[in-house]
């Protein structure tokens, strides 16, 4: 800021840093040049090689249908950039505008795109996680190793957590013809994700796949033989399982740490931002220079009274990117806020799962479409009387009209579009588990308001705090 408190105007041959060779990173990047920006833009990623598409990873990779190194983002325009790969940012100092390496190096900024995303949870035993045989999934390496070693036929493949990327995992262990065992701390697979009645569903829908699923444990020990392999895991139970893979799926932990110590409102949940992207400092007030997007950001959102929402979606991602783009080098006056209603889509067991709004964000639900045990339905999300969210099983045609509704706070329950509506249809409460599985399992997270609000509530996800 000035000191007259009006904002600096920003050229457009500046330096612009983006840190995260990520889909929100080259996004934002394609957007800057599109918008007109002709300066200096530099990536810097902490991973070898150009952005790639993570969706696939746990899904047409791991079944051999999409080669690890196919998964490549396509350029939609020239960049012009110079890219930093192979080494990850260490820190951010907003007094002398400059990004420093982890190797020491640093990179001035006029403007910087925080889009450093998130990374796969390990195992919490070090000794154990780097058995022989188990595994995480996040990187294009991470897939291809697992892939390897579920085409070389394991006994029994073992995954530890039923959110998405575990349940997708399962499914393509299944279509490979693979034992698998999912062990699972909450009662149902998804309900982080999506609530108790849902995760009903996707557990009937896994055993009826084949799947050895174990919910309501907690996997205390991963044993390995005298050659450092896995083979054995330990439950708190008593029980245990012999199986040749584990697939650590624990949900994921974003990557703020090198942001310690920059005055921003950056944590375990994110960096908070205001709904142009623009970061916020640890008093709430937006930032000027410093952008954030994708999944590092948490971001207000006026359908879900303006509490900051973390979201790990790919098209929200996409928005972000632009969205902070074009504000980074607009006058004031011409900035824009990114209010999309958050879209999420996952394939498991041949059904096609699809999200829109923030199931998280609710206490009640009502399935108003289709058969529970088809496995082919619609359900219903609603907050205080309106509706928030509806997700999908094989029935994505429907969702243009639950976002409609909610786009429109329309009230809950809501009519049903089709005489198909179950005899029984009765909202009951969403069933969310608390925060310390919402933080493995679930793609889109309310995580509180920029300023201390009244204590957490059914429909306030885990409740008001300060900003990061």
């Not at 390496?141 to 349940?167: D, K, M, N, Q, W």
């Not at 399962?170 to 490979?176: T, V």
């Amino acid at each position: 800021m000035t000191s007259a408190g009006t904002p600096r105007a920003f050229k457009r041959d500046g330096r612009v840093v983006v840190v995260g060779a990520s889909l929100a990173g080259l996004r934002a990047a394609e957007a800057l040049r599109a918008e007109g920006f002709t300066g200096s833009l530099t990536m810097i990623g902490d991973e070898l090689g150009e952005p790639y598409d993570r969706p696939p990873l746990s899904k047409q990779v791991l079944t051999g249908w999409v080669r690890a190194g196919g998964t490549t983002l396509p350029r939609r325009r020239g960049l012009d950039a110079e890219w930093l790969l192979g080494v990850p940012a260490g820190g951010l100092d907003l007094a002398t505008k400059h990004v420093r390496l982890a190797d020491g190096r640093c990179v001035p900024f006029d403007r910087v795109l925080i889009a450093t995303g998130v990374r796969a949870r390990p195992w919490s035993v070090e000794s154990e996680a780097a058995l022989d045989g188990v595994f995480v999934v996040r990187t294009r390496e991470h897939a291809e190793s697992l892939r390897r070693a579920l085409a070389a036929g394991p006994s029994r493949v073992l995954i530890i957590g039923a959110g998405f990327t575990g349940c997708e995992i399962a499914s393509a262990c299944r279509e490979r013809g693979l034992p698998v065992t999912v062990a699972e701390l909450a009662a149902a697979p998804l309900t982080g994700a999506l609530g108790a009645v849902i995760g009903d569903v996707a557990a009937d829908l896994q055993r009826t796949h084949g799947v050895d699923l174990r919910c309501g444990v907690e996997v205390t020990r991963l044993e390995g033989d005298a050659r450092g392999r896995f083979r054995r895991a330990h439950f708190g139970d008593g029980g245990t399982v012999d199986a040749d893979v584990a697939v650590v799926a624990l949900g994921s932990i974003r990557n703020t740490e090198w942001l310690r110590g920059s005055g921003l409102a950056a944590g375990v949940w994110g960096v908070a931002c205001d709904t142009g992207c623009r970061a916020l400092d640890v008093s709430g007030r937006a930032t000027e220079d410093v952008f954030a997007a994708g999944d590092v950001a948490r971001c207000p959102h006026p359908l879900y009274e303006d509490r900051l929402i973390s979201l790990e979606h790919w098209a929200n991602a996409v928005e972000q990117a632009e969205v902070a783009a074009h504000n980074m080098v607009s006058a004031e006056a011409d900035r824009r806020p990114c209010l999309s209603i958050p879209v999420f889509w996952s394939i498991q067991f041949g059904v096609n799962i699809k999200s829109v709004g923030v199931p998280t964000f609710a206490d009640e639900v009502v399935v108003t479409q289709g058969s529970v045990d088809d496995h082919r339905f619609v359900a219903a999300y609603g907050c205080r009387g309106r509706v928030t969210a509806a997700v999908s099983f094989d029935s994505a045609k429907w969702l243009h009209h639950y976002r409609r509704l909610i786009e429109t706070a329309a009230p809950f329950p809501p009519r049903c579009p089709m005489p198909d509506q179950p005899a029984d249809a009765r909202p009951v409460p969403v069933g969310l588990p608390g925060p310390g599985l919402l933080a493995q399992g679930a793609t889109a997270v309310v995580t509180g308001r920029t300023r201390v609000s009244a204590a957490s509530g059914p429909c306030t996800g885990t409740g008001g705090r300060r900003a990061g």
